[in-house]
């Protein structure tokens, strides 16, 4: 008996489909576990990205990049609350041409006086404030040892503390009014530690010997440094001078096999 056509070809995409069944899970159940755990994580992460992109992610995403289309509109609607520097020179240019060439030349106006806008609209009704309170300046100037060396730093509570910086500072060009010292103007933090340490009234050139040229060549040549514990002895070793306030050791027993400043930060020689 003849079968139809159509009925065949059922039967065979049957036949196909149960063997195509049967060698699939053949092949999974050889497959070692660890390689079954990681396709279910992987099967199960894309489910989870597509449900996420169909569901989460807006439609404008990708149109012009990876952000939203909308956003910038978004961001066009908001109110605007900044100025910009090009704004205060139309008409404080001379305070522009100054401070273009001081300390702060690279530093927005808006950074101290806050957002100019609405200045720009009526100058006479919103007039910017001017930070005059100390404790304004030192958010950038306050010694922190993690600025950079050579940043302009102070310690607030030692540095002038009854008076505003403007009263010593011009604040478009703050240059100081007394030339920093030569250590300090490069070693800004290094001079900081030290003010605060029982070093303090020891210049650095008396530890240190530092050739003429290291002022030229401060990468090449550079200064030295005790090499021996009887320099730090002539303050500190335990012997007939009288030394009064000043911690003193016998160098023979007192860990002889190291050079003092390897234990004792030099410029802060705390000792416990």
Same mark, same amino acid.
């Given at each position: ?11 065979? +995409?049957?036949? $196909? ?40 992610? !807006? @439609?404008?995403? /990708? ?13 066009? #609607?908001?109110?605007? *609350? ?5 704004? %205060?020179? &139309?008409?404080? &240019? ?9 300390? *702060? ?8 006086? /806050?957002?100019?806008?609405? *200045?720009? =609209?009526?100058? @006479? =009704?919103?007039?910017? !404030?001017?930070?005059? @309170? ?13 600025? !950079? +060396? ?6 607030? +509570? #030692?540095?002038?503390?009854m008076s505003p %910086?403007?009263?010593?500072? &011009? ?6 009014? @007394? ?6 103007? %490069? ?10 340490? $029982?070093?303090?009234y020891i210049p ?8 003429? =040229? ?8 550079? !200064? ?20 009064? /306030? ?16 390897? %234990? ?6 705390? +000792?416990?």
């Amino acid at each position: 008996m003849k079968l139809p056509l159509e009925k065949l070809k059922r039967l065979l +995409t049957d036949w $196909h489909l149960q063997e195509t069944l049967k060698k699939m899970r053949d092949f999974w159940s050889n497959l070692p576990e660890q390689i079954k755990r990681l396709v279910i994580v992987i099967t199960i992460l894309i489910v989870v990205l597509l449900i996420v992109r169909s569901e989460f992610i !807006p @439609e404008d995403f /990708g149109e012009h990049g990876h952000y939203r289309a909308s956003a910038v509109e978004e961001i066009v #609607a908001q109110p605007v *609350h900044f100025a910009g520097q090009v704004a %205060c020179a &139309d008409c404080h &240019d001379d305070i522009t041409i100054f401070k273009r060439n001081g300390f *702060h030349k690279n530093l927005s106006c808006e950074v101290c006086h /806050g957002p100019a806008a609405a *200045h720009i =609209e009526d100058p @006479e =009704e919103n007039i910017p !404030p001017a930070p005059r @309170e100390r404790g304004y300046c030192p958010l950038c100037h306050e010694y922190i040892p993690s600025r !950079p +060396t050579g940043f302009p730093q102070i310690v607030s +509570t #030692a540095h002038n503390p009854m008076s505003p %910086c403007i009263s010593c500072h &011009d604040p478009h060009d703050p240059e100081p009014p @007394e030339t920093p010292k030569d250590c300090g103007a %490069c070693h800004a933090e290094i001079a900081s530690t030290k003010a605060l340490s $029982h070093h303090i009234y020891i210049p650095c050139t008396y530890c240190h010997e530092t050739p003429e =040229e290291h002022r030229l060549l401060p990468h090449e040549i550079k !200064p030295g440094k005790p090499q021996n514990r009887e320099f730090c002895g002539r303050c500190h070793a335990n012997d007939e001078q009288d030394q009064k /306030g000043i911690p003193q050791i016998d160098l023979n027993s007192h860990e002889v096999r190291y050079v003092c400043w390897q %234990c004792h930060y030099p410029h802060l020689p705390e +000792t416990q």
